[in-house]
């Protein structure tokens, strides 16, 4: 059936039977396919009914749908036309992991973050009513999304003025991690409530059956009443808003009956659906958590097709569980985000000390910054895309007091197949900004573990940054670590390569040829001003490659502060697509053929 599905206009007349074999070789269609490609598994196996009874009671020529993050619109995309594209998913040239206008028609938001879809589909609900014209916008959010604040806000704007639009909550009990929150308790509640539900089905049905409007009254303040002692005032219909569900997201006889009603609705209406993550592959529907995004695996055994070598998220993790022993006052936070950021262990050795706030980065800094004030050491491990998000924070809460928060900077610079929305180029840059902030970023792990315990000491706001993975450099680990110092890796003659992090693993062969000196610049800020000064002195010239944007970056910092021409490779003013980290490098003219000329063109000038 899947074969003779082109675009969402050849759903419109299948039967409910026929759905749910188009489910079926849907999800064994993407199962061959993201085995290959890696990527987003559990979160798109676990919507298919929801993608399928939507394309088949909206119309997408003109109806609008935002999907909150977008990691699960694998399924909306292989229905809108990109199905034979489905095999380059992520990969360099191919179609994005994420909804991306440029790609399709039916694409009508660029996502990759959490929590603004609600926001987004309320814009262009009150524009489409300011335009006085008529279509449908739906958002598909998760419960995990829920728990950001940038959904709280919009849904206390939607609830004000009443604009129509659907909101699809998928409710899997999960974000990346379990869901953690009172709100995702008061969820579980609602969710559990079989007897409630089952009494609100015969209300409705008496409803339906008699059209007296005392019995209409009288059946209706039952139920409220009934939902006042089983569901603890239903949180969407005390916002101002209709509330459906919850509801089998697998049923697709049920969604498509509820859905053709919910479309004569007027106002805003919230549809809960309760999925599993994973649904129809066991090892998904097993390990939700691990099959979330996922690499290259086997489709027969489950098998992942790992790398063995260690990350520095991993190795993050396990250093901070052996420092936490000595310090009882360090605690870890991270936001929704355990596995991915490496505190599994430190989570189940200390339970007490370890905290995640859910999708709520914003949160999180704030919190940090009282848990300092208490007298504990925080370490707060964020991905650096997602800690944009909490740059006033940073700011205000943290910084403007002088505290000693750790912020984790994980994933920092290109993380490849997730691409734009992912990559982390701008932290040097935003980071570099803030005052009383000092921002370190390791070569490779054994830096990594000697930064760690220089923190543990450090009683001021520090930020700790590393790549995805770890790095592959030929030079000796650093030894000691003195306050914004440098370390010179290799001496060398007429041209100082400053690099930091995964920058030092291109400078090697280049720097032997030419017999040129290298820097580790460890500490990006503060900078050594007396390195650069008797380098200055000595009449060198300077090379700096940053796997950041070039505004903003060390290069411009040492260039202004120092008056010095300063050479540079990094990244221009501009986004990244998707693709291997060594093919993104390779567009971007970030690798050693591209240091190699301009050491030959400052020699020539020389």
Same mark, same amino acid.
């Given at each position: ?431 570099? +900004? #803030? ?7 390791? !070569?490779? @792990? ?5 930064? %760690? &315990?220089? $923190? ?74 007396? +390195? #650069? ?7 060198? !010239?300077? @090379? ?5 944007? %070039? &505004?903003? $970056? ?53």
């Amino acid at each position: 059936m899947l074969d003779k599905i082109n675009n969402p206009s050849d759903i419109k007349t299948l039967s409910n039977e026929k759905l749910q074999n188009l489910a079926n070789e849907i999800r064994s269609f993407l199962v061959e396919n993201v085995s290959v490609t890696g990527g987003h598994l559990a979160s798109n196996l676990g919507i298919v009914e929801v993608t399928l009874a939507l394309l088949k009671n909206f119309d997408f020529e003109n109806d609008k749908i935002i999907f909150d993050v977008g990691h699960q619109s694998y399924i909306y995309k292989i229905l809108t036309g990109r199905k034979d594209n489905l095999s380059t998913i992520r990969t360099y040239g191919g179609i994005s992991g994420f909804p991306r206008r440029k790609e399709s028609k039916y694409d009508f938001f660029d996502s990759g973050h959490a929590s603004n879809s609600i926001s987004a589909a309320l814009g262009m609900a009150r524009a489409r009513d300011l335009d006085k014209k008529d279509y449908n916008i739906i958002s598909i959010i998760g419960d995990g999304s829920l728990t950001g604040g940038m959904s709280f806000e919009a849904l206390n704007d939607v609830g004000y003025r009443k604009s129509k639009m659907l909101i699809i909550f998928n409710d899997n009990g999960m974000a990346i991690s379990n869901n953690v929150g009172s709100l995702s308790k008061y969820f579980n509640n609602i969710r559990v409530n079989t007897f409630y539900n089952k009494l609100k089905k015969r209300a409705h049905y008496k409803l339906d059956k008699h059209h007296s409007k005392k019995l209409t009254k009288i059946i209706r303040n039952i139920k409220n009443s009934i939902r006042g002692i089983f569901v603890p005032s239903t949180y969407f219909e005390n916002l101002g808003l209709k509330y459906v569900g919850p509801v089998d997201g697998h049923n697709i006889s049920k969604l498509n009956k509820i859905i053709k009603k919910i479309k004569l609705m007027d106002g805003p209406v919230v549809l809960h659906v309760k999925t599993i993550k994973g649904y129809g592959y066991s090892y998904a529907e097993d390990k939700p958590n691990l099959y979330h995004g996922v690499g290259k695996f086997e489709v027969a055994s489950g098998e992942l097709l790992k790398n063995k070598k260690s990350t520095y998220s991993e190795e993050f993790g396990l250093e901070l569980t052996k420092l936490a022993r000595k310090n009882k006052k360090i605690v870890a936070i991270t936001a929704a985000m355990m596995e991915g950021t490496g505190l599994t262990k430190f989570a189940s050795t200390y339970p007490d000390r370890f905290f995640d706030v859910g999708i709520a980065e914003e949160h999180a800094i704030t919190f940090a910054s009282g848990l300092a004030l208490a007298g504990y050491k925080p370490y707060v491990a964020i991905y650096s895309s997602f800690l944009q998000r909490s740059f006033d924070q940073i700011i205000e809460d943290v910084c403007m007091q002088d505290l000693p928060v750790t912020i984790m900077v994980d994933r920092s610079g290109l993380v490849g197949e997730d691409g734009r929305t992912h990559h982390g180029i701008l932290d040097t840059s935003f980071l570099s +900004l #803030i005052p009383n902030l000092a921002i370190m970023q390791p !070569k490779c @792990i054994e830096d990594l573990r000697l930064m %760690l &315990n220089y $923190s543990v000491q450090y009683n001021h706001p520090l930020a700790i940054k590393y790549n995805k993975g770890t790095s592959n450099h030929n030079f000796k680990p650093l030894t000691n670590i003195e306050y914004g110092k440098w370390e010179i890796v290799r001496k060398g003659k007429k041209i100082a390569i400053i690099a930091y992090g995964r920058m030092l693993d291109i400078v090697s062969n280049v720097a032997n040829k030419y017999n040129l000196c290298v820097i580790n610049a460890y500490f990006i800020k503060p900078i050594d001003d007396d +390195l #650069i000064n008797k380098f200055k002195k000595d009449n060198y !010239k300077f @090379i700096v490659l940053e796997e950041q944007e %070039l &505004n903003g $970056s060390l290069a411009s910092v040492i260039s202004l502060k120092h008056k010095v021409n300063v050479e540079t490779i990094g990244i221009d003013d501009k986004y990244i697509s998707h693709g291997t980290v060594e093919q993104l490098f390779d567009k971007i003219k970030i690798n050693e053929n591209e240091l190699e000329k301009l050491v030959n063109k400052l020699l020539k000038n020389d």
